[in-house]
């Protein structure tokens, strides 16, 4: 049987649910912790990343990363990691620069589907226009990672 552990955080936009294997982060969600799981040393330390950047003290990630998905989600996903902190990319520049400059929908698709919010900063794609446009989250989180990210906000 799989070990799952599980951490929440109370951030300035909600509670966050890091949810791990033995290996890797699996998920990190909006969400209520939905498991009797216990914390780890993988969560606990996701959990004080997730504290640092909050604080404004880190802006990338260094923890193994598991999410569930097919090839070109994973290749979405990895694409998004790429985007450095503070700047935004539209749907359509993430997918030039996968190198599939069709597939601006299922892009979208992808990137609404990332399991791990934050450390796979989806909320870094916006539309062509500048304009705020999906986020699992929701918009007005997507508008406060974004203002965070500019030094616009402190937790």
């Given amino acids: 049987m799989t070990q799952h552990h599980q951490s929440w955080l109370d951030t ?8 791990a294997n033995a290996q890797a982060i699996v998920a990190v969600t ?27 003290h880190r802006q990338t990630f260094d923890l193994p990363l598991a999410p569930a998905g097919t090839p070109f989600r994973q290749e979405a996903w990895r694409a998004l990691c790429a985007i450095p902190y503070g700047q935004t990319r539209s749907y359509g520049e993430q997918a030039e620069e996968m190198g599939k400059p069709t597939a601006v929908r299922a892009v979208g698709a992808a990137n609404g589907a ?41 937790a």
């Fill in 30 to 56: 909006f969400t209520e912790p939905h498991s009797a799981a216990t914390e780890s040393a993988l969560t606990r330390q996701a959990k004080a990343q997730l504290q640092e950047y909050f604080a404004g």
């Fill in 114 to 154: 990332n399991p791990i919010a934050i450390v796979i900063p989806c909320h870094r794609v916006i539309g062509k226009n500048g304009s705020l446009t999906g986020y699992a989250g929701g918009l007005d989180r997507k508008a406060w990672l974004l203002a965070l990210e500019r030094g616009e906000v402190r």
């Fill in 12 to 19: 300035p936009v909600g509670r966050l649910v890091i949810d």
